[in-house]
């Protein structure tokens, strides 16, 4: 793939994620964001602890499921970058801040991270997997660890509410020893 294509389907594929998530949590829509679902291989992890939607069915009835339950919603801080791309696939990272309109009384207010796998199929690109979580926003930068130690530095953390800092979602944080 020459380097024009690559840029022409890196810039696409970061377009396609960051329409489904305006689509999904501004517009609201969660039937219009199975339009950039691949019909044939999609599947989709939630944040929730059982969020795991293997199959297009899967997605496709969540979605539909939940209708009604999607709040107005505005993006804010959107930052998106391929982290990989070959001749079909791409993979693309987007973080963001979502937070619930002020007239819907509800409090949302969410770092988001969502990874794409985007797909090249005869219709267009199509989403065959998305990941997403939210990022704890309540610990201090002196408290990120590797995973053994996770555990006592979370409830550290915890007790102690001041020094919050929120790193910008595609910085990468550096782990103490």
């Not at 199975?34 to 939630?46: A, K, R, V």
Request: proline share 5%.
């Amino acid at each position: 793939m020459d380097k024009t294509t690559r840029n022409n389907f890196s810039r696409e594929a970061i377009k396609l994620a960051e329409q489904a998530l305006i689509t999904y949590f501004v517009d609201g829509s969660p039937e219009k964001v199975l339009q950039f679902f691949s019909n044939t291989c999609s599947s989709w992890i939630g944040w929730g602890k059982e969020e795991i939607y293997p199959t297009y069915n899967d997605v496709f009835n969540t979605f539909i499921r939940r209708v009604d339950d999607i709040p107005q919603n505005i993006i804010e801080d959107m930052h998106s970058q391929v982290l990989f791309e070959s001749q079909d696939f791409c993979i693309v990272f987007v973080a963001c801040s979502i937070k619930s309109q002020p007239q819907t009384g509800l409090l949302l207010n969410e770092t988001a991270r969502f990874t794409f796998v985007i797909r090249k199929e005869n219709d267009g690109l199509k989403i065959v997997h998305l990941h997403f979580s939210a990022a704890w926003t309540n610990l201090t930068r002196a408290k990120y660890t590797r995973l053994p130690k996770a555990a006592p530095s979370f409830i550290k953390t915890n007790c102690k509410w001041k020094n919050l800092v929120r790193p910008h979602s595609l910085q990468p944080t550096h782990p103490t020893v």
